[in-house]
C-alpha cells in the first residue's frame, strides 16, 4: 500500500507561484511513475508532469511548459517527496490539483494510487 498526501495549495493572484509537494510512504517499487495530475472546473482530470524510475525521464503538458518544474527531495524508495513548482500561474490553472503514482505488477496488472488533492486558485 502507498500513502499520497499532497500540500501546497492556495490563493495567489495572476503571475504569482506556488509550490505543491506530495508525501510519499509505503510500500517500495522498483519501477514506477510519479505524477501531477489536475481536474480543472467542468473538465476531466489531465496530467500536468511525470517522472519516471529509473531513469528520471521527465515531462510535461505543454499548457504548463516552461513555467512548472517537477522536482523531488532525496528521499529514500519508501519516504521521499514530489513537487510542483508553478510559476507564472494565470486563472487557467485553477482547480484541484492530485498526486499520482503507478507501478507495474505482475501478470500484466498496475498498481495505482491517488492523493486526496489540493486546491490551487488563481485569481485575476
Known amino acids: 500500500q502507498v500513502q499520497l498526501v499532497e500540500s501546497g495549495g492556495g490563493l495567489v493572484q495572476t503571475g504569482g507561484s506556488l509550490r505543491l509537494a506530495c508525501a510519499r510512504s509505503g510500500v517500495p517499487f522498483n519501477q514506477y511513475t510519479r505524477s501531477w495530475y489536475r481536474q480543472l472546473p467542468g473538465k476531466e482530470r489531465e496530467l500536468v508532469a511525470a517522472?519516471?524510475?529509473?531513469?528520471?525521464?521527465?515531462?510535461?503538458?505543454d499548457s504548463v511548459k516552461g513555467r512548472f518544474t517537477l522536482s523531488r527531495d532525496n528521499g529514500t524508495t519508501v519516504r521521499s517527496t514530489l513537487y510542483l513548482q508553478m510559476n507564472g500561474l494565470n486563472p487557467e490553472d485553477t482547480g484541484m490539483y492530485f498526486c499520482h503514482e503507478e507501478a507495474p505488477g505482475g501478470a500484466g496488472r498496475k498498481y495505482t494510487y491517488w492523493g486526496q488533492g489540493t486546491q490551487v486558485t488563481v485569481s485575476s
Open positions: 517522472v519516471t524510475y529509473p531513469g528520471n525521464s521527465v515531462r510535461y503538458s
